[in-house]
């Protein structure tokens, strides 16, 4: 029984339909790295198998960052004062710009790395930065950690400074370098990065269309993140019916290409329907879209489409990488949409949130998010053991109560894959 480890505890999870899961005293198989399921009791079969028992801590699937910027990590917290694209001129070009240099970029990178690490992330979906070796040094660091991750070379060949931008010919080629490098690694994946419709030409979309066509590799990108900036796309892509339609004229908004796009806070029911159409994962930001005041995403519009939304943290638009800081503020702001924006639109639970969290941005990485048999084995512990009070919740409202008060909790053990990591 070399290949199987046993893990107890407090297990808890969501069904596909959104359904709070929980089993406490119960074990979970784990075989190679995916899960045999949950067990009340353990099989006899596996009667000689190690048990790392967690007695009465929380154990949940780790947690699925379905957007972030990894060189913007060394400003998180500051630079609040803006909207998004004096926000981009003001704060972050000046800062991505920096990453030319190697050595700033490996300090940085090992900050950020070690931050995700230690968070309760186990899995992400990362731009770098123009630079190819700094992406790929970025990359390199990821590898190591454990987590399990996509980064993308940013391309950007217009409305940017001249010290963060490439020729065209030249942010296609670095492009094709990234991906031939990056193929080497077995848990940090490439995912080809236009930064938005702003700042990339129409020739430079055709060309990273070709490339993904000869590759498949997933894309991401920005949607409808700001008002000032769907106004600007409409100038810049006048055939375009909306804005992910711009997106979709070069075969880069799901179909064939596996697509996440961030925000969506201005989606349109002709835009939501399209993303519908095609497969779109949707990175829900709620501390960015607040932060730096681009809005509140439609969220139960885009679940009601059947579209798979996930969470992002969108460091530095949000100020943290924490997602358990997100789910409690994607709760908040849907509730805040309910009462002052649209009525017809019914507030997020919890469960919700922790579903979008885990299932609903797992299933970018294929069965993630889940206890359930065949899936990857991605797991926190959490001690919730200080967290005073005289009242003794039941397991459910125990475990949701921990989702708002993470920062009163320890999180004892992570696992990806697996792998245990922290």
Request: proline share 4%; hydrophobic share 40%; with cysteine.
């Amino acid at each position: 029984m070399d290949n199987i480890q046993i893990i107890k505890g407090n297990f808890f999870d969501c069904s596909q339909d959104m359904e709070l899961r929980a089993r406490t005293g119960a074990y979970c198989v784990v075989k190679d790295g995916i899960s045999e399921g949950i067990f009340d009791e353990l099989p006899e079969k596996y009667a000689g198998a190690p048990v790392t028992d967690y007695g009465d801590m929380l154990i949940m699937p780790a947690l699925v960052d379905l957007h972030t910027h990894a060189p913007q990590y060394t400003f998180h917290g500051m630079g609040m004062d803006l909207e998004l694209l004096e926000w981009l001129n003001t704060y972050t070009f000046p800062e991505e710009a920096r990453y030319r240099d190697l050595e700033y970029a490996s300090q940085a990178y090992d900050i950020f790395v070690d931050a995700l690490t230690r968070s309760g992330t186990g899995r992400a979906v990362i731009f770098g930065t123009i630079h190819t070796e700094a992406t790929l040094l970025l990359m390199e660091k990821l590898e190591k950690s454990g987590l399990v991750t996509y980064v993308g070379k940013v391309n950007m060949d217009r409305n940017s400074p001249d010290n963060y931008r490439e020729e065209t010919a030249q942010s296609l080629r670095e492009t094709e370098r990234f991906v031939e490098e990056a193929l080497s690694f077995r848990s940090t994946f490439p995912i080809l990065t236009p930064r938005f419709i702003p700042t990339c030409s129409d020739e430079l979309m055709r060309g990273l269309s070709a490339i993904q066509k000869r590759t498949g590799l997933p894309a991401q990108s920005h949607l409808s993140e700001n008002r000032s900036e769907i106004e600007w796309v409409k100038e810049l892509v006048p055939d375009a019916a909306f804005y992910g339609d711009a997106y979709d004229i070069f075969g880069l908004f799901g179909g064939e290409c596996r697509t996440v796009m961030a925000h969506c806070v201005s989606s349109g029911k002709e835009e939501i329907e399209r993303m519908a159409q095609k497969g779109v994962f949707v990175a829900h930001c709620p501390n960015s879209n607040t932060n730096i005041s681009s809005g509140i995403a439609p969220v139960r519009k885009l679940l009601d489409a059947g579209i798979r939304v996930g969470l992002g943290s969108d460091v530095a638009g949000g100020h943290s990488l924490s997602l358990f800081d997100e789910m409690v503020s994607a709760v908040q702001v849907s509730n805040l949409r309910w009462r002052c924006i649209d009525q017809n639109d019914r507030q997020l639970s919890m469960t919700e949130v922790f579903y979008m969290a885990t299932r609903g941005g797992g299933e970018f990485f294929g069965k993630v998010g889940s206890f359930d048999r065949g899936y990857e084995f991605d797991a926190l512990v959490v001690d919730d053991c200080g967290l005073a009070g005289m009242i003794k919740p039941d397991p459910a409202h125990r475990f949701l109560r921990s989702l708002y008060l993470s920062h009163e909790c320890l999180l004892a053990a992570k696992y990806v894959k697996g792998n245990k990591i922290l």
